[in-house]
């Protein structure tokens, strides 16, 4: 079921309803079926395995739990450790089977016949489960979480089950943690008119940046990437600029109405982007782009390698392991694994010439508060991140290499062949120009709590403008095409 999907405009307002209709202590069972009901639209025999990742972490919890209290088990970090294996164990290897499984036969194949040492494996058949990446992180995040005594030990089975599985961010996050979103689903929520304006306009936000802007965009990204070595020069880089804000616009409209949907029924989720290509170093660009993943790959890897308690040198290492990891937890390619691996190498180059930008600045006295110094950085950090998008999004790693060798070629700048008409091509553009003043105006004041202090009528006006804007504006293809991320 996807957001931007009648169904989902019929489904939501309908689990709203019984959700303030039944008796609080029956709520997170109907949201519980609701959830499953959302998951199994896609494929039903898949609920077994969210259920299996559910049940494995919840008893993990409990049986640390057990360990804690108990008076006789004398090395308890050792029972523990076992404990957290054994469920990291088991959900990665559900998650290594079905999303590298063939990618793994693929590079041994690969090996094999160039060193004539076997015929090679066969691959096997697998659908990928939707959202199979973000409810196993947010499982073992609660595992980790019991471990370390961040978060108390859920008993309530329904309960736990509900937190994996809450549909709103149930299939592209944002990936909660326990300490946040468990508590929450023990709260009697009234119905709030305030929430459920402020709910509704995250919602039209994000269908907007996904239907008017995403969709739009990526009619010329998919006809350019999908046969590249047909282009070259201009068109190349007009492909890869609208991926750069596709994306941002897919991917941060799947959030906000995620975001939205769960604040209509009293539900706090984190903050997922902020504002991300103005970042003016890379660090930065990952403490504004998709923030739950970031922070999840911060706490539960990056720290467990030790973080920034060892030597400068190992700082380092684990900097490049986290994104060399995150690349591959994005998809089973070379592609992915490369773009992670390029920002792990950005981040490490940063720190590298930290001092050097220091002694440069203090030598020259250069203003770091200024417009310009500032502009400066995010021109080069978008491009950085501009380039690496590159090998997310082209099909082969052969394509990527041809798009970054012939993107800067000297042609004319005409745009043949993008699959847009004139008028959506040029509109494209300014829908581009309309986020980034907008982001520069909300760098300053905050629109959403602007809009929401004035009076019922400008409410009303804004929200009616944006449902008439997503209705005549929105590009429409035959079926609602799905989120991005919906394949991580």
């Known amino acids: 079921m996807l957001f931007n999907s009648l169904q989902f405009l019929l489904f939501l307002p309908l689990v709203t309803l019984v959700y303030f209709a039944l008796p609080s202590k029956y709520r997170w069972l109907w949201l519980l079926l609701s959830s499953y009901y959302f998951y199994m639209c896609w494929s039903p025999k898949y609920a077994i395995l969210i259920f299996t990742s559910t049940i494995i972490t919840y008893l993990s919890g409990i049986i640390i739990d057990k360990i804690n209290k108990s008076a006789t088990i004398i090395n308890k970090k050792k029972y523990k450790n076992w404990c957290v294996a054994f469920s990291f164990s088991i959900n990665l290897l559900i998650l290594v089977y079905f999303k590298y499984f063939n990618f793994f036969i693929e590079n041994i194949n690969l090996i094999t016949s160039r060193y004539n040492l076997s015929q090679g494996f066969s691959f096997v058949e697998i659908l990928l489960p939707v959202g199979i990446s973000f409810y196993t992180f947010q499982a073992l995040s609660y595992t980790m979480d019991v471990y370390r005594g961040d978060t108390k030990t859920e008993y309530h089975f329904g309960r736990y089950a509900l937190f994996v599985s809450f549909f709103p961010q149930l299939v592209a996050g944002p990936i909660e943690r326990s300490s946040h979103l468990l508590s929450q689903f023990k709260t009697k929520h009234k119905f709030s008119y305030n929430n459920l304006w402020t709910g509704g306009f995250l919602i039209l936000r994000g ?10 965009l990526a009619v010329l990204v998919n006809t350019i990437y999908s046969d590249p070595t047909t282009y070259e020069g201009f068109p190349l880089i007009v492909a890869t600029i609208f991926f750069t804000f596709q994306i941002y616009c897919d991917f941060s409209a799947y959030s906000d109405i995620a975001i939205g949907s769960a ?13 991300p290509y103005f970042a003016q170093n890379i660090t930065e660009f990952w403490r504004k782009w998709h923030i739950s993943l970031s922070t999840w790959f911060r706490d539960y890897l990056y720290i467990p390698l030790g973080g920034n308690r060892v030597s400068y040198l190992k700082r380092l290492r684990n900097i490049f392991i986290v994104f060399t990891v995150s690349g591959l937890w994005h998809g089973a390619s070379w592609n992915f694994i490369i773009w992670g691996a390029l920002h792990g190498i950005g981040l490490i180059f940063e720190q590298l010439l930290r001092p050097i930008k220091q002694i440069i600045n203090s030598s020259f006295n250069i203003k770091t508060n200024t417009y310009g110094y500032k502009l400066f950085y995010i021109i080069i950090t978008f491009s950085f991140v501009n380039l690496a998008w590159v090998f997310f999004r082209a099909n082969t790693l052969t394509d990527a290499i041809y798009v970054l060798q012939n993107m800067f070629t000297i042609n004319s700048f005409e745009l043949l062949e993008t699959g847009l008409s004139d ?6 553009f300014y829908l581009i120009i309309f986020l980034l003043t907008i982001q520069v105006i909300e760098r300053k004041i905050n629109l959403t709590k602007l809009i929401f202090k004035e009076n019922i009528i400008p409410r009303w006006i804004t929200l009616v403008s944006l449902v008439l804007i997503i209705i005549f504006w929105g590009y429409y293809p035959v079926e609602p095409t799905q989120f991005i991320y919906f394949q991580f």
Request: aromatic content about 14%; proline content about 0%.
């Open 263 to 275: 604040k209509i029924m009293g539900f706090d989720l984190m903050q997922n982007f902020n504002k």
């Open 207 to 216: 269908l907007f940046k996904k239907v008017v802007i995403a969709d739009r």
């Open 423 to 428: 008028f959506d091509l040029s509109l494209s």
